[in-house]
């Protein structure tokens, strides 16, 4: 469904390497190891992946090479990266992982921490700061929907990007822990940088697992929106 032509990666490779220059230049972190841009190849999509930050440090992270077509969520090594890919499949309904490889992949904070304690900077701060170079990035894709992974992920958007809750769809909450968390969540967004509303869903933070609620209704906002 989402298959990859790769007649488009040598000027997605150069929108990349101009905004990797600009992100370098704007923030100081010139060390690879301390951010991360983008987890598939870059290229117009209709569908996103939104996390909050990329996880890990310089001793255990371990790049896929997007610009010669690697997807972190079918070539990457961590628990969260499967799990987004298990999901993108079964809410696709997409029996090899080939049919996600161009599904594109961010984060809402560009900075790489092994935990939010340790990300040095308020996540406030630190999204706002990714916020210009992550609208580049969202503009060149031109996505009708973006998958948040968590809630707190949602949150620093929102504020972040100035977006506008244009309907606030169905919310879907369930046990984590002690506690209630966002198993599943719709709302439709007005961005300033996108000439139309984009669809945003929230699934509970993909480290977790995967919720049969979540995949189930998933699976049918993806049924409408990416019917062939």
């Not at 977006?163 to 002690?178: C, D, F, H, K, Y």
């Not at 480290?207 to 049969?212: E, H, I, N, P």
Request: charged residues 15%; proline residues 7%.
């Amino acid at each position: 469904m989402f298959s990859l032509d790769r007649s488009l990666l040598p000027a997605a490779n150069q929108f990349l390497a101009d905004l990797d220059t600009q992100w370098r230049a704007a923030t100081g972190l010139n060390n690879r190891a301390d951010y991360s841009i983008n987890y598939s190849p870059i290229c117009p999509c209709p569908l996103m992946v939104l996390g909050l930050n990329p996880g890990g440090s310089a001793d255990n992270f371990k790049l896929v090479d997007v610009a010669a077509g690697g997807s972190e969520y079918i070539e990457g090594y961590g628990p969260t990266s499967q799990n987004i890919g298990r999901l993108l499949q079964r809410a696709l309904g997409v029996s090899s992982p080939e049919g996600i490889r161009t599904v594109q992949g961010s984060n809402v904070i560009w900075r790489r921490s092994p935990n939010m304690q340790s990300l040095g900077i308020r996540v406030p701060v630190a999204a706002k700061e990714t916020a210009p170079h992550l609208a580049r990035l969202i503009s060149y894709i031109g996505p009708r929907a973006i998958l948040f992974g968590g809630k707190a992920a949602y949150d620093a958007f929102l504020g972040a990007h100035k977006a506008r809750v244009v309907t606030q769809g169905e919310t879907i909450l369930g046990p984590n822990g002690s506690s209630q968390a966002v198993y599943f969540g719709h709302s439709a967004l007005s961005l300033p940088y996108l000439s139309g509303n984009v669809e945003a869903f929230i699934v509970l933070h993909p480290s977790k697992g995967l919720r049969d609620p979540a995949v189930n209704r998933l699976k049918f906002h993806f049924a409408r929106l990416f019917a062939a």
